[in-house]
């Protein structure tokens, strides 16, 4: 009995060893494939710039970097599934404003928490986001369309998912307007421009990377963009703040975390070849026709301190429109 106690307390100890060396990150960090999980489907402006940064990893870290895409309840099926992974460094979330603050405050219950559940890596920037219209509705400006939504017909706008940016800025639009247009939620940027397109519903407040091209080829008309500065994307469509609705700012952030416990030496080295990557002529030439405006710091603490700061903000507006979590 002593000796098999003996045994028994050496195979723990050798195998506390074992999971001893997982927690920090190793020298040769990393030695395997690592994991981007997108959560929205493929297609739109969060998966492809996800793609461009996976490909800039790859060069710098020398390993595969592999994109899966999990999209559904707002972007809370991707961010859940990253926050119970494994904190080895392996697995990232590429996430937006919704995952990383605005579902705190949009969700009854969330099974993970942006600022407790993840450790950030970098802010890669914000991508402004432009109301446009199906062609088949008969209005030209922002006029006509409150004009119209106060007839009492009932239009309805697409949203890349609850508590998207295009959705906020939906919710705000009626608040500041006093409309009441219908919210539509996809799993994703691509599934709501499709509908729109094909006129299921009449409007959206999509990002300025997925309605450019129709915007230019005529088949969706623009209305106003709705960050407070024009985009040069789109630099003859102006702002709502323009238009007169003061201070309308919504546009969508994009963020990389990792599990919280994650070794500091794999996120610092996850960051540095993130920052090299952006540094990329490559990159930075597709980030811009995206409409992207590069994030103010690359450092893991300006993402902390941006996260922090924008719960609160949209927080508050959602209660003073009387937001329902659902």
Same mark, same amino acid.
């Given at each position: ?27 040769? !960090? ?38 899966? *895409?999990?999209?559904?309840?707002? %972007?809370?099926?991707? %961010? ?16 937006? #404003? ?30 402004? *986001? ?16 409150? %004009? ?7 239009? #309805? &706008? ?14 705000? !639009? *009626? ?10 939620? &996809? ?16 409007? #959206?407040? #999509? ?40 201070? !309308? ?23 540095? %070849? ?27 603490? &300006?993402?902390?301190? !941006? ?20």
């Amino acid at each position: 009995m002593r000796l098999r106690g003996i045994r028994l307390a050496l195979g723990t100890a050798a195998m506390a060893g074992v999971l001893g060396t997982v927690a920090p990150a190793s020298a040769d !960090f990393p030695d395997r494939p690592l994991k981007i999980v997108v959560p929205f489907t493929a297609g739109g402006p969060t998966d492809a710039l996800a793609r461009n940064l996976a490909d800039g990893l790859r060069q710098q870290l020398n390993q595969t970097v592999v994109i899966e *895409n999990k999209g559904g309840a707002g %972007a809370n099926i991707g %961010a859940e599934f990253v926050a119970n992974s494994p904190a080895d460094g392996y697995t990232l979330l590429f996430g937006t #404003s919704g995952p990383l603050a605005i579902n705190t405050s949009l969700f009854k219950k969330l099974n993970y928490d942006p600022v407790k559940s993840f450790d950030p890596v970098i802010m890669i920037g914000k991508l402004p *986001n432009v109301l446009s219209v199906h062609p088949s509705l008969p209005i030209r400006d922002m006029k006509d369309l409150v %004009a119209l939504a106060k007839t009492g017909e009932k239009l #309805s &706008y697409s949203s890349s998912g609850t508590g998207a940016s295009t959705h906020l800025a939906g919710i705000l !639009f *009626n608040a500041m307007t006093g409309t009441d247009l219908l919210h539509v939620p &996809y799993r994703g940027a691509a599934p709501a421009m499709t509908d729109l397109l094909g006129g299921q519903v009449q409007l #959206s407040f #999509s990002d300025v990377f997925t309605s450019a091209p129709h915007i230019k080829a005529g088949t969706l008309r623009p209305i106003a963009v709705t960050t407070v500065e024009r985009t040069s994307i789109l630099p003859d469509v102006p702002t709502f703040d323009e238009l007169g609705l003061k201070g !309308f700012d919504v546009s969508v952030f994009f963020g990389v975390v990792v599990p919280k416990g994650t070794p500091k030496g794999a996120v610092a080295k996850l960051n540095a %070849a993130l920052v090299e990557a952006l540094k990329d002529p490559n990159i930075k030439a597709a980030m811009d026709r995206q409409g992207i405006i590069p994030a103010a710091s690359s450092t893991p603490e &300006y993402l902390a301190q !941006f996260m922090v700061s924008e719960i609160p903000r949209w927080r508050d507006v959602l209660k003073q429109v009387g937001f329902e979590q659902q």
